[in-house]
């Protein structure tokens, strides 16, 4: 196999140039063995250029070229070239048939992209460029081809072959082998490519579209999971209700299949008519799954299905415009979500993980515009910019226009594209098209990378009634970009009188729900709002109306009010999380002070008096702000001291309300059921019992002792893994025991045997590092699954006081870990390595230890493209 070169080429946005050829056909005949499979392809070749090209290259990646032949004739040495990247065509006719055969190693494919052999099945990944691992092909999304596939394997161990599209014939041959050939009616740009083989189950219903046609639904597990799909499957019904009542949009072919593999390198993907997934996404049990498991589930099979239109029906240009599909299918899934469960747990949900995730990226060296302008490796480019930020951009274009409009520019789009590979461009013509509307400043928010930052004041004239509110943007500089223009910001808003009640928004715009969108383009804008008797407070950027950090200049006892009678769920939340964090960064600073302050103590009795409150958004309220977030707030992140004062904080709110945490504990007890409210409760009740654990007081260890009581009676996994997790991290108890038992409980479940993993790496003890180093010679590791890895790795990447000990012995022994990756599975590694691109948000002493780590992984032979990337920006 050949390794790609580390200073590999740089592909430019600008530089995009339509293919000289379109294939608009391709015949594919695959003999599956794990260790020598061989690809027969025939290629249909057609010039779309005027005039003839001297050299036509095509890609292919770690292939072994068996044969070559033009119309049937051996292609001569004169008429073809082979490269390090594929195989170029000189002086190629106008129309012909390529006929290609190639070997490939599909058990030695660790790096999962490709044709691989994994856990006893055949899998293939193509996005972005794994076909060109299967066969040589012009391996770009803006070329369209109707595929037609014949798999051969041994009926034993592969009895089930799968590939897009519709099974048109099957037969048996030679020595126990059988074939399948399949026909995808929907032309489709390589990336879309998928087939499977292996001995699976298949778990089966049926949907009928709204205008009437049935839909065969397959979902593929082993044998012992198929009981486990009730909620893929009830989510995957959901999914296509909700595109077709939302968006008109129904499913166009007769079958969809999912297929749930342990060994994956992402979350999963849409290929036409037959998804594989990561079983995390798929597999779920009361035994086996939490309740956040059963989520994500929801999510990412809706998120899956809705690629039909947005990404495959529509599709791509070039992978520049990734955010296309990715920012907008991540919209449709958020938004989908929001529908079935609460509106506004949702949205906290979402804005948590686009600061985790996106908001530190957008801070740091590998920062980048939502339309990169620039890659090496394509696969670096999966990131929360492109799908978080970009769900965020479309959500503004959403607020802007309003629901009728949107839907409207959506109806066309699809109208104006469908069948066809565009751009972010196009879409946002389509957007302005259907309403006459003007995005041209909006296009900002594609090409400019960096979190603006938003800051608010205002004044109450007692004398006019009236109240003046400033809004002021900044755009940090980010890697390449010095330089920023505003950006159009939505900003909802509402005034609260100090009753708590509206106030009225005479002044401005009011929207449908007696909010106002006011839309700040400039540097700074000032609105001044009328007949307003009373002083005012301002709730502003109400659900999160664009992805900005908002300064605002409110004091504390503002955001107390707020936190206690805002009426939108997000800021409510934002206003005691903005609390929580004020106290926790002064306790930071002094670890004399207090980190519960009489407003903070005082928002949180009296969310914790609010019964009638939504118990998961209740939850939400309560939930202090992690480490990772508080140090996002500060120059330089202060490890030991916001792990003591967030440690403090809860052991204070433990103390302090302990009868009241106690209370809920006891009477949220019930038996397991499904819906949003008993979820709701269980997160309360393990909220409560977190508490009271931290807690100083004699409840500690009554609580353990209800702990432990919790983890072995528990008749789901939510409770028993939060009760598991509270031991195992516990700073007093000995956890020896109770890790044992859980793992000859579940040793026969990967995901669950993934959470022991990480539950460990991520527990904050010195002695963990030494503990995750057992951990990776544990019969149950496996370097090639990247489940497993993530588990343990991620966990510990995610473990602030451990990672990023003063010592630099985390870093040091992170980046051992990764060097050994970035042999066996480039992405993943890759992947792995961004926490430490953010060495300079530490102090000296971290920054060289950080750095040392990088510079011992630049300086590895055979540096993967994908890691090299990732290094080079982090190490300019
Ligand atoms: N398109 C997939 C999704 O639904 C992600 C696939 C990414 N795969 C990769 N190797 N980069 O989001
Ligand atoms: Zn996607």
């Not at 109707?146 to 798999?151: A, Q």
């Not at 608010?456 to 009236?466: E, K, M, R, T």
């Amino acid at each position: 196999m050949s390794t790609p070169s580390p200073q590999a080429m740089v592909i430019q946005r600008g530089d995009y140039r339509a293919p000289s050829y379109q294939i608009p056909e391709i015949i594919l005949d695959l003999r599956l063995d794990p260790e020598n499979t061989e690809v027969l392809a025939h290629l249909h070749f057609r010039r779309v250029a005027a005039s003839p090209v001297a050299e036509l290259p095509l890609n292919g990646e770690a292939l072994e070229l068996l044969s070559l032949q033009r119309d049937d004739q051996v292609l001569a040495e004169h008429e073809y070239r082979l490269t390090e990247d594929g195989l170029v065509l000189l002086n190629p006719p106008e129309t012909f048939v390529l006929k290609t055969k190639v070997r490939l190693h599909p058990a030695a494919n660790t790096a999962l992209s490709g044709l691989y052999h994994a856990g006893g099945q055949f899998l293939t990944q193509c996005e972005a460029e794994g076909f060109r691992r299967i066969t040589y092909m012009l391996d770009r999304p803006d070329c369209l081809a109707r595929f037609t596939v014949t798999l051969h394997a041994p009926q034993k161990h592969c009895p089930v072959l799968l590939a897009n599209g519709n099974c048109m014939a099957m037969g048996r041959e030679a020595e126990g082998w059988h074939w399948a050939r399949w026909e995808d009616p929907f032309p489709k740009p390589t990336y879309l490519f998928a087939m499977v083989a292996g001995d699976l189950a298949v778990v089966r219903d049926r949907y009928r579209t709204a205008s009437g046609r049935d839909v065969a639904l397959e979902i593929y597990v082993a044998e012992r999971d198929t009981a486990a799909c009730v909620q893929a499957m009830d989510s995957l019904k959901r999914a296509m209700r909700w595109d077709e009542e939302v968006y008109g949009r129904e499913y166009d072919l007769d079958r969809y299949m999912i297929v749930a593999t342990d060994s994956f390198n992402m979350g999963a993907m849409e290929n036409k008519g037959l998804n594989i997934f990561n079983a995390k996404y798929v597999l779920a049990s009361p035994e086996t799954a939490t309740d956040s498991d059963y989520q994500g589930i929801e999510s990412v099979i809706a998120h899956e299905y809705f690629h039909n239109w947005t990404g495959n029906r529509v599709t791509l240009r070039d992978w520049f415009q990734l955010s296309l599909k990715e920012g907008l299918t991540v919209f449709r899934d958020q938004e989908f979500s929001a529908d079935q469960n609460s509106r506004g747990v949702q949205r906290i949900g979402d804005v948590r993980r686009l600061r985790a995730a996106q908001f530190p990226e957008d801070a740091g060296p590998l920062a980048h515009p939502v339309r990169p302008e620039a890659y090496s490796e394509i696969n670096n480019f999966y990131t929360a910019t492109v799908y978080e930020k970009g769900a965020e951009l479309i959500r503004m274009i959403h607020t802007l226009l309003g629901k009728t409009q949107f839907r409207q520019g959506m109806d066309l789009y699809f109208q104006r594209h469908d069948g066809h590979a565009v751009t972010i461009e196009d879409f946002l013509a389509a957007m302005e098209a259907a309403n006459q509307r003007d995005l041209s400043g909006f296009r900002r928010w594609y090409s400019q990378a960096g979190t603006p930052v938003l800051r608010a004041s205002g004044s109450y004239d007692p004398v006019q009634h009236s109240y003046t509110l400033t809004l002021h943007q900044e755009t940090p500089a980010t890697p390449g970009q010095s330089t920023k223009e505003p950006v159009p910001i939505p900003v909802r808003m509402a005034l609260l009188n100090t009753q708590g009640q509206r106030a009225p928004l005479s002044g401005a715009i009011e929207g449908p729900d007696g909010e106002a969108v006011l839309l700040l383009e400039q540097r700074e804008q000032s609105w001044t709002f009328v007949n307003l008797p009373d002083p005012v407070i301002p709730s502003l950027l109400r659900g999160f109306s664009a992805p900005v950090r908002l300064e605002s200049a409110w004091d504390d006892e503002a955001c107390g009010f707020l936190a206690c009678y805002d009426d939108d769920p997000f800021n409510r939340w934002e206003s005691i999380q903005n609390l929580a964090v004020k106290a926790l960064l002064a306790a930071v600073a002094d670890s004399s002070v207090t980190p519960l302050p009489a407003v903070l103590r005082d928002a949180t009795a009296s969310i914790l008096r609010d019964d009638a409150l939504d118990p998961a958004f209740r939850a939400e309220l309560l939930t202090l702000p992690s480490e990772d977030y508080i140090g996002e707030q500060m120059s330089v992140v202060a490890v030991e001291a916001i792990h003591r004062a967030r440690d403090t904080l809860r052991q204070d709110i433990g103390a302090r309300f302990a009868e009241k945490w106690m209370a809920l504990y006891h009477d949220l007890a019930a038996p397991y059921q499904r819906d949003g409210l008993a979820i709701g409760r269980r997160r309360l009740r393990n909220l409560a019992l977190s508490h009271l654990i931290a807690s100083d007081g004699d409840s500690r260890e009554a609580m353990a002792l209800h702990a432990r009581q919790q983890y072995a009676q528990a008749d789901n996994m939510t409770d028993r893994l939060a009760a598991f997790q509270l031991l195992v991290q516990h700073p007093h108890h000995d956890a020896k025991d109770i890790l044992l038992d859980f793992y000859r409980k579940w040793h026969g479940y990967p995901l669950v045997i993934d959470k022991w993993f990480s539950i460990q790496a991520a527990t904050p003890r010195p002695e963990t590092l030494h503990q995750v180093e057992h951990l990776l010679v544990h019969p149950a590791f496996d370097w090639r699954v990247p489940n497993r890895v993530r588990a343990v790795l991620g966990g510990f990447a995610a473990n602030p006081t451990v990672f990023h000990a003063a010592d630099g012995s985390g870093y040091a022994f992170y980046a051992e870990q990764i060097r050994r990756l970035d042999d066996i599975n480039p992405q993943t590694a890759a992947r792995l390595a961004t926490p430490l691109s953010r060495w300079r948000r530490y102090d000296a002493q971290r920054q060289q230890a950080m750095r040392a780590a990088l510079t011992m992984l630049a300086d590895k032979a055979k540096l993967s493209r994908d890691l090299a990337e990732v290094i080079q920006r982090s190490l300019p």
